[in-house]
């Protein structure tokens, strides 16, 4: 079982940033071998993916939606990922969830955080 952490949500102002962190623990654990997530849901909608990154870091996907404004990045030292949000609009408030799952493709997350909340005012 993987253990999945997320922090960095807050409320915001139309226009601003927020980096957001996922955290993963494992009792014996190889991080660079999952490639993590995010994603976000709303209130009354479906959680939407967000951004993705490969296990060791080389590849990454975003939804059109935050293309130009969200970039993802891992640290492998220290187990992280990164979601810095730049340009927040009040489309992108919702629950931010962290997830991980065994190599790099059209497969299903395995792990899932809690989610952490971003709430952007306009």
């Known amino acids: 079982q993987v253990q999945l952490v997320e922090s960095g949500g807050g409320l915001v102002d139309a226009g601003g940033s927020l980096r957001l962190s996922c955290a993963a623990y494992r009792r014996t654990f190889s991080f660079s071998t999952y490639a993590m997530g995010w994603f976000r849901q709303a209130p009354g909608k479906e959680r939407e993916f967000v951004a993705a990154?490969?296990?060791?870091?080389?590849?990454?996907s975003l939804a059109d939606s935050v293309k130009g404004r969200f970039t993802i990045s891992r640290d492998n030292a220290k187990n992280t990922v990164v979601l810095q949000m730049n340009s927040l609009n009040p489309e992108d408030t919702a629950l931010y969830y962290c997830?991980?799952?065994?190599?790099?493709?059209?497969?299903?997350?395995?792990?899932w955080g809690q989610g952490t909340q971003v709430t952007v005012s306009s």
């Open positions: 990154i490969s296990g060791s870091g080389g590849s990454t």
């Open positions: 997830a991980a799952k065994r190599g790099w493709g059209p497969t299903e997350y395995d792990f």
